[in-house]
């Protein structure tokens, strides 16, 4: 149980595209999902909290703007990154909770590459 | 939230068991100590948490001592396919969200 599920797996796109990533629940209703980058040789970042049908809480130095988050049901969250660039490359990975104190089930993540 | 201290990188022999100490020297009476391990280019996978009891799964055991200030997480019988990046996190839950701070966590590495 607590699968969580992530598409696309990798994507390599233009500078100034936008891009979406899908996080969905397969098995349980998400409470709250949240959204991390990872560059190579680091840890894991949080960039946004998302409940379902409010804003998402963004983390300090994360633009709200260039990384939009719709949560519009309890089994699904998107990240649009807009107008990506190069500096944007990097692996994100989404995480849900089922509710209060519950581990979190994270996707397997998305690669993303701006040329 | 406590921070916590673990060291940078273990080798195991495949077949023995894997002990990953973690310090949470500061952690508050109602954090739990959760732990997750990253393979590579993989989002990270649950393993076990707890509060102050001694915890076990099917993949692990999580041993926290009695002043709460270390735990010990156990792979019986390590595979080679337990080699990752394990996190020790300490978190309490708020508002119903427990985001977790990743810190750099131990390279494990099992040796065939």
């Known amino acids: 149980g607590a699968v969580v599920s992530q598409h696309p797996s990798r994507v390599i796109c233009k500078s100034g595209t936008s891009v979406k990533i899908e996080c969905r629940s397969l098995?349980?209703?998400?409470?709250?999902m949240f959204w991390y980058r990872q560059f190579p040789k680091q840890s894991l970042m949080l960039m946004a909290t998302?409940?379902?049908?409010?804003?998402?809480?963004?983390e300090q130095g994360v633009e709200k703007d260039k990384f939009l988050i719709n949560h519009a049901s309890l089994t699904l969250s998107t990240l649009t990154v807009t107008s990506a660039h190069p500096e944007d490359s990097s692996f994100y990975i989404c995480?849900?909770?089922?509710?209060?104190?519950?581990?979190?089930?994270f996707g397997d993540g998305t690669r993303l590459s701006i040329l | 939230d406590a921070k916590t201290t673990q060291p940078p990188s273990m080798d195991c022999a495949e077949g023995r068991a894997a002990n990953l100490p973690c310090n949470h020297s500061?952690?508050?009476?109602?954090?739990?100590v959760y732990w997750y391990r990253q393979i590579h280019s993989q989002g990270p996978q649950y393993i076990i948490h707890g509060l102050k009891n001694n915890e076990t799964n099917e993949m692990a055991s999580l041993i926290i001592t009695e002043d709460r200030k270390s735990s010990t997480l156990i792979l019986p019988h390590a595979t080679l396919r337990d080699t990752a990046v394990y996190y020790c996190i300490v978190r309490v839950a708020q508002g119903g969200a427990n985001n977790l701070f990743f810190g750099t966590g131990t390279r494990l590495t099992v040796i065939p």
């Open positions: 998302s409940n379902e049908g409010s804003k998402a809480t963004y």
């Open positions: 995480s849900a909770i089922s509710g209060y104190n519950q581990p979190q089930h």
């Open positions: 500061t952690i508050s009476g109602n954090e739990y």
């Open positions: 098995d349980f209703q998400a409470t709250t």
